[in-house]
């Protein structure tokens, strides 16, 4: 038996100043055929999942190409065409196969592509013909398009939300891609459309207990996989939204029952799901009040793992307006500041203008009389076991006394170590601003004495009834109330 696997995936913010091409994936991860590493990155689980199956069973994993880079602005035509064509090339060359098995993100959009990963499974499926097993797995910030349920026999997305479950995913979609191969199962697929875009944290409740549930379904009855699509709120696609999928063995009306039950339980959540956001004064109000430490805020929407550049500066020019000073920022992105620091060294005190370059909704630049603490020539961070490059990095230190980091590779807050990688202690500081929306929260839950929401109004289109979509063709939730009365009309 042969499967060949490849795994391309970014998350593209179509309202982001950024554009992306091959070199932000060059710069996140690009692994050719043979050099992908022993941990599963993000989105290629399904490698290293793959390659235990096949050691221990005896059958050939022909690995292509596994690609991410960090979430940010319309992929170019000619990148996605690359990425694509190395990876048909690849597929064409490791032909007659069994089966296919992708790790995708689902939310990439390039330019003419509305819909990359509908594209690159029809494509797949046109060269491989009907009889050959095709699964993948998603990211639920992705969109669910008609094109790629056609044409994947097995779709599988993360539950969890912080994604701490993507080697489980990955898993998942290697048994069910194996069980179908070996005749054991037939999966047969329903999508619910919810109609709503939300966000919908799965560390909290109502969705804790929600995906605890959806998790004991399978297995039981012909239920084989239940998966969740959350939607990105940034990406102005046609299928933009929530949508449930599920795959039973064999049994269509009972996958079509189970997607429609908790497609209208979830659109019934709409509105309790997020944990309280707040402005950014209430925020350094509550802070100032708190005896806990160390305090973690988040600016949720200046995440660069949503495509926004990560240079915001609001949140830091209030911290500073109130005159702070135990604390520490990790992380904002500046290449060139960081250059600047390199080239001044370490200890050097120096007029730095950092932060808030590169749009208008970022506020505006910093400009500060700085003292370089310390150097870090690709500096990284951990994601549950994977590595998050950060690039060269320097911290500098305000003249009120608190420090930041400046990352040359984009990249949200995922784990502490961001700052203990850069010598800095991160329970020895009251305060600590990260940039992350939820992804953070269960690597700084474990030092936190307190998490603070920070909403602050900026880079991010994080209202949909404002965003203006233009491609968006189906009511939604909070666009528009009751998204079903108005389907129906
Ligand atoms: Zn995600």
Redesign the pocket.
Known sequence: MRIFCASIATETNTFSPLRTDFSDFQESFYAPPGQHPVTPTLCSAVFTEGRLRAAKEGWDLIEGTATWAEPGGLVNRETYEKLRDEVLGQLRAAMPVDGVILGLHGAMVAQDYLDCEGDLIARIRAMVGPDVVIGTSF???SHLTDLRVKNADVIVAFKE?P?TDFVETGRAVVDLVLKTLRGEIIPTKAVFDCHMIEVLPTSREPMRSFIDRAKDMEGTGDILSVSFIHGFMAGDVPDLGAKVIVTTNNNPAEARQVANDLGVELFGFRGATRPSFVTPDVALDQALASDAKPIVLTDVWDNPGGGVPGDSTMLLRAVMKRGLRDFAVGTLWDPMAVRTCFSAGEGATLPLRFGGKTGPHAGAPIDAAVKVKKLERNAWQYFGESIVPLGDCAVIELPGGGEVILNSNRSQSFDPSLFSNMGIDPKSKKYLFIKSTNHFYDSFAKIAGEIIYVDVHGPYPSDPKTNGYRHLNRPLWPIVDDPFAAKAS
């Open positions: 990211d639920p910030h939300f994604h």
